[in-house]
């Protein structure tokens, strides 16, 4: 069955290239394809497009179809084009020919845009809860280590002392900025599609601001050229908070790893929560976070494969979109693997109190040194070239005090005021 059925098929040939994989990911459609379907014939209803009792009618198919995807008996079957032909075409078996009523005012180039801005709506929403379940984490563990230090590093050289309150709650307030990203990505999917018909309106008078409220979009894709263009666009969105938050998450599951390292020894994990080696009875791999690390690597690519298909594509629905799925379906369930694991393996992260007792960190506090000098009111120039000269000459031994007291710093971390950034960003997702 297909809706643009004129009594003709298409070659085969041309029927497996261009449905392509659309029967497997319509699926992960099909609850918002009814939920758009009941706003959508309420609305007809009431513009006096169908009776009250053909809307009750419907109604009900529309909730039984919806029970069906519920309890896993939904499937499209072979031979139907996609979610909206399966949909349309099981009312029409068991409702009749006012079934058939439901397509009206509507085409599946504004029927398929308001599935997926519900559904990007919805997976956005749970990646912003992972991205905030990471964050708890990584602030709590901030909080309890916040009086080990660790060294810091600047050009892959030791620098200056760190301590890993500082180190977990970076991490922390940095996904605040990701999940900015995350919710201009939800702004952008938020806005109600349909009515725009196949993108250049209907003749039928439409209430558009019924079925924004109905399915509780934000606000209304006035302009229904611009609510045609917003495919492609809410991808693009899409992948920059994707590529954000896989930004983050990627460069700390490579901290671990290097931290990890006998070389470092920083952190280490139960024997459970690593892998061996077929041939080295010593090794524990971190293998989580390296995988975690490649997963947010390939993360980052969709933004160039999203941009790379809608870039210069004429006004109006074409073909090429339909691609954007088979990229964005399964790097949204990806992103989602990557925070369900890192959020199972942080808490599970083992620090390690001594580091510093280790005399290869002793120029970590050559910084502390000269300040202390400065505090004392010598020059700092005079200060840092004393500091100096005790290096070179194998004279240096620290004084392992530190004393940072500025917002942010090791001694005030400020985690609270940290936390109260990520609730007002995460309040955006309602």
Known sequence: MKLWDKGFEPDQMVERFTVGRDRELDMALAPYDVEGSMAHIRMLEH????????????????????????????????????????????????????????????????????????????????????????????LTLSERHKDVLMPGYTHMQVAMPSSFGLWFGAYAETLIDDLRTVAAAFDTANQNPLGSAAGYGSSFPLDREMT???????????????????????????????????????????DVCLFMSQNFAF??????????????????????????????????????????????????????????KDVTFPALEEMEEVLSALAFILPRLRVNTAILDDARYDYLFTVEDVNRRV????????????????????????????????????????????????????????
């Open 47 to 138: 513009i006096g497009l169908l009776t009250a009792d053909e809307l009750t009618t419907l109604l009900g198919g529309l909730q039984q179809i919806q029970t069906d995807i519920a309890e896993g008996r939904f499937e499209i079957e072979e031979g139907i084009e996609d979610v909206h032909s399966e949909v349309e075409k099981l009312l029409t078996e068991r409702l009749g020919s006012v079934g058939k009523k439901i397509h009206a005012g509507r085409s599946r180039n504004d029927q398929v845009l308001v599935d997926l801005k519900l559904f990007y709506r919805q997976r956005l929403k749970d990646i912003a809860k992972g991205v905030h379940t990471v964050f708890d984490i990584l």
């Open 212 to 254: 924004t409220r109905l399915l509780h979009f934000d606000t209304l894709h006035y302009n229904v050229c611009a609510a045609q263009m917003g495919r492609g666009k809410t991808e693009r969105a899409l992948a920059y908070a994707l590529n954000a938050v896989a930004s983050t998450l990627g460069r700390l599951s490579m």
């Open 267 to 324: 952190v280490s994990l139960p024997d459970e929560f690593t892998t061996g080696s077929s041939i080295m009875p010593h090794k524990k791999n971190p293998d989580v976070f390296e995988v975690a690390r490649s997963k947010c690597n390939r993360l980052q690519s969709v933004v160039n494969e999203v941009s790379l298909m809608t870039t210069n594509l004429p006004l109006g629905y074409q073909r090429d979109l339909q691609l954007l």
């Open 375 to 430: 505090l004392r009111g010598q020059p700092f120039r005079e200060a840092y070239r004393e500091v100096g000269l005790q290096v070179q000459r194998g004279e240096y031994r620290p004084d392992k005090r530190v004393s940072h007291t500025h917002a942010g710093s090791i001694g005030n971390l400020c985690n609270d005021q940290i936390r109260q950034k990520m609730d007002a960003v995460f309040a955006q997702f309602g």
